[in-house]
């Protein structure tokens, strides 16, 4: 059985920083590729960051050179560090991870969304 647990979430004054965490257990081999999401309310979901399997990353307009996603196969780990946030930042943040699940037959990929942590940008 996999889990996928977010921390990291918060209050922040402007101009502050906040690391949030995905962490992965169970029977898995890893993380292939992922993002982060974020909702704010009376807003659709919309992707902040990704990153790819071969470890190159994307980023949405809106946050380009304030956050950097990034990833730890050893903790089966990703993380967002978002430095410089705006209150335009605040949202409830999901992680959206693939890993790669050990099976009685070798791995197979899944995808999981992590449960979402507040972040709440005000002074």
């Known amino acids: 059985q996999v889990q996928l647990v977010e921390s990291g979430g918060g209050l922040v004054q402007p101009g502050g920083s906040l690391r949030l965490s995905c962490a992965a257990s169970?029977?898995?081999?890893?993380?292939?590729?992922g993002g982060w999401y974020r909702q704010a309310p009376g807003k659709e979901r919309e992707l902040v960051a990704a990153?790819?399997?071969?470890?190159?990353?994307n980023y949405a307009d809106s946050v380009k050179g304030r956050f950097t996603i990034s990833r730890d196969n050893g903790k089966n780990t990703m993380y967002l560090q978002m430095n410089s946030l705006k209150p335009e930042d605040t949202a409830v943040y999901y992680c959206?991870?693939?890993?790669?699940?050990?099976?009685?037959?070798?791995?197979?990929?899944?995808?999981?969304w992590g449960q979402g942590t507040q972040v709440t940008v005000s002074s």
């Open positions: 959206n991870v693939g890993l790669w699940v050990r099976t009685g037959i070798g791995l197979r990929r899944s995808v999981y």
């Open positions: 990153l790819v399997s071969d470890g190159s990353t």
């Open positions: 169970g029977s898995i081999d890893g993380i292939n590729a």
